[in-house]
């Protein structure tokens, strides 16, 4: 036996095939392959999904029919005819969205860096039912079902439940997760489980310290969630003990936690903990670390192999998504973390050289219209932000990462959808995109948002 | 293969986004059914891939085959992607194997081989199959995929060749096993 030349004649048999030929089949392997090639020629996609994701890409309905699509019959040679006026419409909704997004006003400088970087594979978009946004987008809500269904016609496809786990009370918080996440998923919906510890159960942020929560986030992994975030905004000592805050002693935990939950369930994305937006290091220092500092920190440390997901937050925007000046607070105009390109820009930057995407894991805009009041002085800064302008800056918010080229952005939480409780010194009821009247008017825009092309 | 029509690639123009549908969507398709084994996961990949090469039309740069560029696509993304939480449809559910032209007797062989074929693919090295997968459920040439693989033509011919003896192999045990319990 010649294998180099049984492999020659093997290649060349189905390179045959695939032209349409019909060569001789004269060896074992080259009947096999012929078998294979006919089989693969006999799986089609069915038409109903075919039709109906050309209408989600809006193109005309094209199912091949099983006469034509077969690949390994020899087909007509055709003119090209890719100039039928559908084809035309396609291309110039798309060019279209591209000119109208890099006309806007107040267009984002890329980082110079992020463009010399800017080629990352495409983003991934949703899996399970068909996500009808640009971007597979969810929401976090308390688990009732009218809540679900309104988020369902609003093409939110996953539903968000932040965990504050205690040692004392694990089994406790497990059996709510558990409820929660059966019950969001036999409506069709992913689940995020954004997972907080205690800064106090870690005094000494050393690995043992770490390894209550590991055990604790494997045994959520084993109730199936869809992914879960690992332990957010690290760098403020509210969340982690004071003196001690560092990217590198987040990845400890974070290394821990991603071992144990692909053990319990490998299906399970972990996404890294989204720092706080904050530049307060200065005023606090222990106390507070810049997100920017902690990205770096986090990549350096090796976060890039210990997440499926890059974990981001912005809540503190009083312009609209595509803006990178215009923000009214003094005394800093142009600190990054008032908008959103530059924010995603900040996370993504310290791992262009992994191919993980960005997951915003928090992304809110506060408005008090229909409450008494904001909910602090500390945020007073959103005291002009209308609902209407939540509503159109979350919905506007979506294609405008789906259209970045510099970072992608796999998944995007609402936070919220819902508020978590009336007491209007909270600051969930004025985030909470159903407002204190019952509207949602980003529910609305959201809808419309997945009727446009 | 790419041999028609003449190529998008040099012609240096942004190809017309239903085209490339009409013409690839049933490859990517069989791809992902090879690849993720069930046809909700296969729909779904096939979703995600024309959506994400839609956004990403602009970045094409007419280098390589159209065909090779989505199929890319749909492998980083199999790669990322979340799991469907739904049971996974049997494989007598693909639409695609009943036509009107096969007995009832024929289906059933087709099915049982589909099955015996990707249950076999998964038990190859991952690079074998995915060489598999690429050479006869993609329809990629050697040179394609190579190109994709960041390997030798002659390395991607060799690998084919032992990874179908494998296949050949163990779909013939399955089937004896199936045949005969």
Redesign the interface.
């Known amino acids: 036996m010649n294998e180099p030349h049984d492999a020659d004649h093997l290649n060349e048999f189905i390179d045959d095939r695939l032209r349409g030929k019909r060569p001789a089949a004269t060896s074992t392997e080259t009947r096999f392959a012929a078998q294979l090639l006919d089989l693969s020629a006999q799986l089609q996609p069915d038409a109903p999904f075919v039709d109906a994701l050309a209408a989600r890409l809006t193109l005309p309905a094209t199912a091949p029919s099983a006469t034509n699509a077969s690949a390994h019959r020899p087909r007509p040679r055709r003119q090209p005819a890719f100039l039928t006026w559908a084809a035309v419409l396609a291309l110039a909704i798309v060019l279209g969205g591209l000119i109208l997004y890099a006309a806007q006003p107040d267009t984002v400088a890329l980082h110079p860096a992020a463009v010399q970087n800017a080629t990352p594979p495409p983003t991934p978009v949703p899996v399970g039912a068909l996500n009808p946004l640009p971007i597979l987008t969810g929401g976090y809500a308390q688990p009732d079902s009218a809540t679900f269904d309104r988020m369902w016609g609003a093409g939110l496809r996953w539903t968000g439940l932040s965990l504050d786990y205690r040692a004392a009370v694990a089994d406790t918080i497990l059996e709510q997760a558990h409820a929660y996440i059966d019950m969001a998923s036999v409506r069709g919906f992913g689940v995020l489980v954004s997972l907080r510890g205690s800064a106090a159960e870690i005094t000494t942020a050393q690995e043992e310290d770490f390894a209550a929560l590991a055990d604790f986030a494997a045994r959520l992994a084993a109730l199936g969630p869809m992914a879960i975030e690992v332990w957010p905004e690290a760098n403020l000592d509210r969340a982690w003990p004071t003196g001690k805050i560092g990217g590198a002693s987040y990845t400890v935990l974070l290394r821990r936690a991603y071992e144990a939950i692909k053990a319990a369930n490998p299906d399970v994305w972990v996404i890294s903990g989204a720092p706080a937006p904050t530049s307060a290091e200065a005023a606090f220092p222990g106390r507070v670390m810049n997100d920017d500092t902690f990205y770096a920190q986090m990549a350096r440390a090796g976060t890039g192999n210990y997440a499926d997901c890059i974990g981001v937050h912005y809540t503190q925007g009083v312009v609209a998504p595509m803006a990178s000046t215009g923000d009214p607070r003094q005394p800093i105009d142009d600190d990054a973390i008032r908008y959103l390109v530059p924010m995603l820009q900040r996370a993504a930057t310290p791992f262009r050289e992994t191919t993980l995407p960005l997951c915003v894991t928090e992304l809110g805009y506060l408005s008090p219209e229909g409450l008494p009041d904001v909910p602090g002085p500390e945020f007073e800064w959103a005291n002009d932000t209308s609902v209407e302008e939540q509503a159109t800056w979350l919905a506007d918010a979506i294609p405008t990462m789906a259209m970045l080229s510099s970072v992608r952005v796999a998944l995007v939480m609402i936070w919220r959808v819902d508020a978590l409780s009336y007491d209007y010194n909270t600051i969930s009821p004025g985030y909470a995109i159903i407002r204190p009247d019952g509207s949602c008017p980003t529910c609305d825009a959201l809808t419309r948002l997945q009727s446009s092309p | 293969?790419d041999?028609?029509?003449?190529d998008y690639a040099t012609s240096g123009q942004?190809?017309?986004?239903?085209?490339l549908?009409?013409r690839y969507?049933?490859?990517i398709?069989?791809y992902a059914?090879?690849r993720l084994g069930n046809v909700e996961?296969?729909?779904?990949?096939?979703?995600?891939t024309?959506?994400?090469?839609?956004?990403?039309?602009?970045?094409y740069r007419g280098d390589g085959s159209l065909a090779a560029w989505l199929t890319s696509?749909a492998r980083?993304?199999a790669v990322?992607?979340?799991?469907?939480?739904?049971p996974s449809l049997p494989l007598d559910a693909?639409?695609?194997?009943a036509?009107?032209q096969q007995s009832p007797e024929d289906l059933a062989g087709?099915r049982l081989?589909?099955e015996a074929?990707l249950t076999a693919l998964e038990t190859l090295p991952p690079d074998h199959a995915e060489v598999?997968r690429l050479?006869?459920?993609s329809?990629l040439?050697?040179a394609e995929t190579a190109a994709l693989l960041g390997k030798s033509e002659?390395a991607?011919?060799?690998t084919?060749?032992r990874a179908?003896?494998t296949?050949?192999r163990r779909v013939a045990a399955d089937e004896q096993e199936i045949l005969q319990p």
């Open positions: 293969m041999a028609h029509p003449p942004p190809p017309a986004f239903a085209e549908y009409r969507v049933s490859r398709y069989r059914l090879a996961d296969a729909q779904d990949l096939t979703a995600q024309f959506t994400a090469a839609l956004h990403g039309l602009d970045h696509i980083n993304l990322s992607s979340f799991r469907s939480r739904r693909a639409d695609g194997l036509t009107s087709s081989r589909l074929v598999i050479r006869f459920f329809e040439s050697t002659a991607v011919k060799m084919l060749h179908l003896q296949l050949r």
